[in-house]
T-cell receptor, first 113, second 111 residues
Framework: ETGVTQSPTHLIKTRGQQVTLRCSSQSGHNTVSWYQQALGQGPQFIFQYYREEENGRGNFPPRFSGLQFPNYSSELNVNALELDDSALYLC????????????FGPGTRLTVL | GENVEQHPSTLSVQEGDSAVIKCTYSDSASNYFPWYKQELGKRPQLIIDIRSNVGEKKDQRIAVTLNKTAKHFSLHITETQPEDSAVYFCAADNYGQNFVFGPGTRLSVLP
């Protein structure tokens, strides 16, 4: 198993609510990416943080936002939750350089009712 | 931006047979192509990767081939075993920043 952890494991919210998901980076990894994986689909890139700055974003609305902290842990915040936000949210961390292997966390299963 | 297609979406093979999964990508600037295995309820795990300066890479029963001219790459699993049953995802790097994933292939190895 990797050193990447995520919390919580599961979460149930209702439409319109806000949620914060957390990711703890593997030691030495300064880059974190967040992905949304809907049931039966591949992970979709949300955004990436490198040394506390967002340096890439996928096709997700501004209500998806994030933070990276000095210890390289990270948060994903989603405001005004919609039913379609129900998915597995994965973070992945990697070290310096563009082509290094990324290590996924176990994911947070978000259900929006 | 990069777009990755993957075929087939489902694949059933008899134990001991070979399995092949094919992916195509759109952006010729992509240079790194990882393959992930995801078991039910678990995180994706890297099983093999290939960089654009290599045409083929092998690791025991798993091999990946890359054709940069045609912009396609393939995963080959030989002597399949029941524990190979999972969803497999190919991916391509997007300007060295993030990864674009294919939609996945559900592999079932029948005993």
């Amino acid at each position: 198993e990797t050193g990447v952890t995520q919390s919580p494991t599961h979460l149930i919210k209702t439409r319109g609510q806000q949620v914060t998901l957390r990711c703890s980076s593997q030691s030495g990894h300064n880059t974190v990416s967040w992905y949304q994986q809907a049931l039966g689909q591949g992970p979709q890139f949300i955004f990436q943080y490198y040394r506390e700055e967002e340096n890439g974003r996928g096709n997700f609305p501004p209500r998806f936002s994030g933070l990276q902290f000095p210890n390289y842990s990270s948060e994903l915040n989603v405001n005004a939750l919609e039913l379609d936000d129900s998915a597995l949210y994965l973070c992945a961390t990697r070290g310096e350089g563009p082509y290094n292997e990324q290590f996924f966390g176990p994911g947070t299963r978000l259900t929006v009712l | 931006g990069e777009n990755v297609e993957q075929h087939p979406s489902t694949l059933s093979v008899q134990e001991g047979d070979s399995a092949v999964i094919k992916c195509t990508y759109s952006d010729s600037a992509s240079n790194y192509f990882p393959w992930y295995k995801q078991e039910l309820g678990k995180r994706p795990q890297l099983i093999i990767d290939i960089r654009s300066n290599v045409g083929e890479k092998k690791d025991q029963r798993i091999a990946v081939t890359l054709n940069k001219t045609a912009k396609h790459f393939s995963l080959h699993i030989t002597e399949t075993q029941p524990e190979d049953s999972a969803v497999y995802f190919c991916a391509a790097d997007n300007y060295g920043q993030n990864f674009v994933f294919g939609p996945g292939t559900r592999l079932s190895v029948l005993p």
